[in-house]
C-alpha cells in the first residue's frame, strides 16, 4: 500500500512531444493527458533535426498548462553544429518564466548528440545556458 511509504521530494514530469506523431487530433500531447493532479510538471522533448525544431509545438503545451511549471527533459542537436537553436532555447527559458529544467540529452561521446562535436554551439552552451542555472 502506498499510504505507508514516506513522503518523497520526486516530481512528476508528464513529458509527451509537443506534436504527435503523426501529427493528428487524436494523436495530440492534450490526448494523452491524465489531469493536473497526477502530474507536478509538464516537459517537452526537442531535438533541432536538420536545422529544424517545433518551437511552435513546445509553446502550445506551454500555453496548455498555465498552472504548471514546464519543462525540457531532453534537448539537443541531432547531429548538426546550431548555435542558433541553442540561443533559441535560451530565449524560451527567458520569456517563459515557468520553465525550471532543461536537461541537454548529450548522450555518449562521439554520438550525433555529442555536444563536445559540436564547437559553436558548445560556446553558445556556456555563454547562454549555463549562466541559467543556479550553480
Known amino acids: 500500500m502506498t499510504q505507508d511509504l514516506p513522503e518523497?521530494?520526486?516530481?512528476?514530469?508528464?513529458?509527451?512531444?509537443?506534436?504527435?506523431?503523426?501529427?493528428?487530433?487524436?494523436?495530440?500531447?492534450?490526448?494523452?493527458?491524465?489531469?493536473?493532479?497526477?502530474?507536478?510538471?509538464v516537459?517537452?522533448?526537442?531535438?533541432?533535426?536538420?536545422?529544424k525544431a517545433e518551437w511552435a509545438a513546445a509553446d502550445a503545451l506551454y500555453k496548455a498548462h498555465p498552472r504548471k511549471p514546464y519543462s525540457f527533459p531532453e534537448w539537443g542537436l541531432w547531429g548538426i553544429d546550431d548555435p542558433k537553436f541553442v540561443e533559441q532555447m535560451a530565449r524560451f527559458v527567458k520569456t517563459h518564466k515557468r520553465t525550471r529544467l532543461i536537461a541537454y540529452f548529450n548522450a555518449k561521446p562521439g554520438s550525433i548528440f555529442d555536444l563536445a562535436s559540436k564547437p559553436k554551439s558548445l560556446a553558445a552552451?556556456?555563454?547562454l545556458i549555463v549562466p541559467l542555472g543556479r550553480g
Do not use: E, F, H
Request: net charge negative; aromatic share 16%; no cysteine.
Open 125 to 127: 552552451y556556456k555563454r
Open 43 to 51: 516537459g517537452n522533448d526537442l531535438y533541432d533535426i536538420g536545422g
Open 8 to 41: 518523497t521530494q520526486a516530481v512528476v514530469i508528464w513529458n509527451p512531444q509537443g506534436y504527435g506523431s503523426p501529427n493528428v487530433p487524436g494523436n495530440s500531447a492534450q490526448a494523452y493527458y491524465p489531469g493536473d493532479r497526477y502530474v507536478d510538471m
